[in-house]
């Protein structure tokens, strides 16, 4: 999950007592890739038993307080967000009870406002992911009398679907992206790249999945504003763009931009597109290359011995030399298209740059990166002044909210690299998480990198812990499952929110 959505709810931790989740493998020699799976496993079930204990249906847990929260429209957004998850750790009755809940979920309704965005890469994503798995590879986790379950998942989608559908009825085609279900309206006259650019995977998915093209055919007709976009001050730099667009018009507003929260999982479904199919996606492809090439000739930055960077721009002369945790998928995602393409520049820089993030975290007190970081000399905090010295960078937002990026991408160096200085990286970052955000009923997020202890936790266990981070650090241990990214022609491609879509084949 991208963009720049963070719940701050500042409830301070205060561990209430509650049940300890099964605490299963652990004689495992812990030092083993099998143990250290099962060691993701048990962080998983601890999660999955304080949410079902204390939020079950809502769509998060508030891991401190042990109550419910509805962020999502309240249709169980770890429910659907853990279940691709679940399957590939094959948990039969987490996917049970996932199945038996999105099955009756009302996807008409919902008393608060709902994002397109969102709603496409949780919902729309998991079902339709799950029910690729449940059809393909893990039939096997559903008993005969479930199956009826499995096929609800893709009827579900379709309900779902045609409810968001208003969204795309504007002038230019080009969606809304907050949506009012009571009138069904918006107010919204501009959307953000990354708004209106990752829909296209699980819209396309949609249509090839029911043979109905109507799906692909709106989000592709919103893309296209994005792969040929207007006018000029769109694109400050070849196949790099501003963030906003008007919907009326379709006109770009302005030229900020770069890999980071409202822009960056455009560029990554660019890729994702034409492994999805190579043979109508070839035009997403050429204009991946292109913003490729021109941010590692423009954005790249080494200013430390070893440790680059990916900086953001106003504009095509106003560089900003700041980076976050959202942009650490970029090397992952760098990885993945220089081994597709056999460019070795580009994996190169794909490895660099997780380096860059790798640095984030092994230079901090608690092993954690910070939301945000600069390494502009001209704006370090005078408490940071050593820190800055030492390191390179400093802290301009400090919090770490379970975010997946990292172990995203050391997720591809290691299956595309075989390096396993990845997997002593995840293992590292775990222990790191598991120390700091672990609570008596899951893991919340926490408020300070800086402090060894996290500085306290935030209460919040996001939906996507379940469906990227977990996911995410458990494929690095466990190999040989069906769905791996694979340095040839790939079967599986993940959504920006770690669900493996099956590619389609021709
Ligand atoms: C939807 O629109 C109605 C009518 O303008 C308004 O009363 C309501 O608060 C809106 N709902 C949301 C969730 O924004
Ligand atoms: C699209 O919007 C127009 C008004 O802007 C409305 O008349 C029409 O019914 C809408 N169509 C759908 C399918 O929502
Ligand atoms: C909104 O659309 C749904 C169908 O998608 C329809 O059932 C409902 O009546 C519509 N509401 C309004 C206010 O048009
Ligand atoms: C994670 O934390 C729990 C609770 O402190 C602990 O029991 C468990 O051993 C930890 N896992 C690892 C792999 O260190």
């Not at 590939?88 to 309704?109: A, G, N, P």
């Not at 222990?431 to 996290?454: C, H, K, W």
């Not at 690095?476 to 879509?501: C, D, M, S, Y």
């Amino acid at each position: 999950m991208r963009f720049w959505g963070i719940l701050s709810l500042a409830t301070l931790a205060v561990a209430a007592p509650a049940a300890q989740g099964t605490v299963q493998a652990q004689e495992a020699d812990i030092n083993s890739n099998s143990g250290r799976a099962a060691a993701i496993i048990e962080a998983f079930r601890h999660s999955w038993t304080g949410y079902k204990t204390y939020a079950w249906g809502y769509d998060e847990l508030l891991s401190v307080s042990n109550k419910g929260g509805n962020s999502r429209n309240g249709w169980g957004a770890s429910i659907a967000d853990a279940l691709s998850t679940a399957i590939l750790m094959r948990q039969r009755d987490v996917v049970h009870d996932c199945l038996q809940h999105l099955s009756s979920v009302d996807f008409t309704k919902t008393s608060t406002e709902v994002s397109l965005f969102e709603t496409t890469i949780r919902y729309l994503g998991g079902l339709i992911s799950a029910y690729d798995l449940l059809t393909g590879p893990y039939a096997d986790l559903v008993s005969w009398h479930d199956k009826r379950l499995v096929k609800s998942l893709l009827t579900q989608a379709v309900v779902l679907a045609d409810r968001l559908s208003f969204a795309f009825n504007t002038s230019t085609g080009i969606p809304y992206n907050n949506l009012n279900f009571s009138t069904n309206s918006s107010s919204d006259t501009t959307n953000g790249v990354a708004t209106i650019g990752t829909l296209v995977l699980e819209w396309t998915r949609l249509s090839d999945l029911t043979g109905d093209p109507k799906y692909a055919r709106l989000a592709q007709k919103a893309e296209g504003y994005l792969l040929d976009p207007h006018p000029s001050l769109g694109e400050p730099f070849p196949g790099m763009l501003g963030t906003d667009v008007d919907i009326s018009t379709g006109q770009f507003r302005d030229s900020s931009g770069g890999w980071s929260g409202g822009t960056d999982s455009f560029y990554e479904y660019l890729l994702k597109m034409w492994i999805y199919d190579q043979s109508r996606y070839k035009n997403y492809l050429d204009r991946w290359v292109v913003a490729v090439e021109s941010t590692i000739k423009n954005l790249l930055q080494t200013p430390e011995k070893g440790v680059t960077w990916v900086a953001e721009y106003s504009s095509a002369n106003m560089i900003r030399k700041t980076e976050g945790h959202l942009t650490c998928f970029i090397g992952g995602n760098l990885i993945l298209g220089g081994t597709l393409l056999g460019r070795k520049d580009i994996k190169q820089a794909g490895i660099d740059l997780t380096d860059g993030c790798r640095h984030a975290y092994s230079s901090t007190p608690s092993g954690l990166a910070p939301e945000r970081w600069s390494w502009d000399p001209a704006g370090v905090p005078v408490k940071q002044s050593v820190f800055f010295i030492e390191n390179g960078f400093y802290a301009t937002s400090s919090g770490y909210y379970l975010r997946p990026e990292v172990v995203e991408s050391y997720y591809h160096g290691y299956a595309l690299t075989g390096d396993p200085k990845y997997q002593q990286w995840a293992w590292e970052a775990f222990l790191a998480i598991n120390r700091t955000a672990r609570t008596p009923s899951g893991f919340s997020s926490i408020t300070d990198v800086m402090q060894e202890n996290g500085g306290g936790q935030d209460d919040f266990q996001e939906s996507f812990w379940f469906a990227e981070v977990l996911k995410y650090l458990y494929m690095i241990f466990e190999g040989g499952l069906a769905v791996g990214v694979k340095g040839g022609r790939n079967q599986w491609v993940f959504n920006t929110e770690a669900h493996p879509v099956r590619v389609k084949l021709v």
